[in-house]
């Protein structure tokens, strides 16, 4: 079995490579709202240092076609485009 070498963590990292990946990494965060007009739940995943949406459930294409005087429940859609 190898020595650890000052400096370095378990995986053979230097402490400044472990700093920087710790720094660049995302930090998320999952919030649930409640919508109040129709009582369906919102899951977005959030950017903490900037606000940004990084993921949102249902997506807003879904929610927009709920809203639509044409849709009917079960209907199938593309929201791809």
């Known amino acids: ?3 650890p070498v ?3 963590g378990p995986s053979g990292a230097s402490a400044s490579q472990v700093n920087a990946s ?3 990494a ?3 965060r ?3 709202e409640e919508d109040p007009v129709s009582g369906s739940y919102i899951y977005k995943t959030l950017d903490r240092r900037t606000g940004e ?5 249902p ?3 879904v929610l927009r076609l709920k809203d639509a005087s044409v849709y009917v429940p079960g209907q199938m859609a593309d929201t791809t485009t």
């Open 1 to 3: 079995m190898s020595q």
């Open 6 to 8: 000052l400096g370095q």
């Open 22 to 24: 710790v720094q660049t």
């Open 26 to 28: 995302p930090d998320l």
């Open 30 to 32: 999952l919030v649930i």
């Open 53 to 57: 949406v990084v993921q949102q459930l």
């Open 59 to 61: 997506r807003e294409e």
